[in-house]
T-cell receptor, first 116, second 114 residues
């Protein structure tokens, strides 16, 4: 079974600064996918960024980038130029595809507050 | 826009009174999931449908049931809600195969049990 650990329950950052959210996972699989989801207060969960384990290049989506260290089983999220709208709960998630669907294993979440 | 829709957004039910939550999708995804999310916690998978095949998680209480009458709709039935079932219930969808495999979430239904 896979486990996902987010060691920072809460974090804060000043607007326009950079923040990094940590995520580690444990798996014996070689082919898998990793995601960061964002859940703003009282709003729905949306995908921020995804990374395929077979790709060495770190994924980037505008101000969001990841540092994927496969050997260390680490998958951190960097948010550059933080904006007030980035305030949300962030969940790191692991996925192993199989014939019965694509099940996600979530970490416990990191609550990020962006301060003006 | 293609999306995942959940109704109602807020549901209040009495202890022991059956309740049904609804999810629909316009994404034409073949997999649909139901999660329970309690305050400040990660979503917990209850079960999912892969096409018409129902897959129950081992630790999902028997009190929770699901129906998927067609590709677009999926229902979560709680037969006898207890106070501990108060939570946000999230529906998600994904397509198995192809380039898009991540899960798309609905806005959730917040269930209150009185």
């Amino acid at each position: 079974a896979q486990t996902v650990t987010q060691s920072q329950p809460e974090m804060s950052v000043q607007e326009a600064e950079t923040v990094t959210l940590s995520c580690t996972y444990d798996t014996s699989e070689n082919n898998y996918y990793l995601f960061w989801y964002k859940q703003p207060p009282s709003r729905q969960m949306i995908l921020v960024i995804r990374q395929e384990a077979y790709k060495q290049q770190n994924a980037t989506e505008n101000r969001f980038s990841v540092n994927f260290q496969k050997a260390a089983k680490s998958f951190s999220l960097k948010i550059s130029d933080s904006q007030l709208g980035d305030t949300a709960m962030y969940f790191c998630a692991f996925m192993k595809r199989n014939n019965a669907g694509n099940m996600l294993t979530f970490g416990g979440g990191t609550r990020l507050m962006v301060k003006p | 826009d293609a999306m995942v829709i959940q109704n109602p957004r807020y549901q209040v039910t009495q202890f022991g009174k059956p309740v049904t939550l609804s999810c629909s999708q316009t994404l034409n995804h073949n997999v649909m999931y139901w999660y329970q999310q309690k305050s400040s916690q990660a979503p917990k998978l209850l079960f999912h449908y892969y096409d018409k095949d129902f897959n129950n998680e081992a630790d999902t209480p028997d009190n929770f049931q699901s129906r998927r009458p067609n590709t677009s709709f999926c229902f979560l039935d709680i037969r006898s809600p207890g106070l501990g079932d108060a939570a946000m219930y999230l529906c998600a969808t994904s397509r198995d195969g192809g380039l898009s495999y991540e899960q798309y979430f609905g806005p959730g239904t917040r269930l209150t049990v009185t």
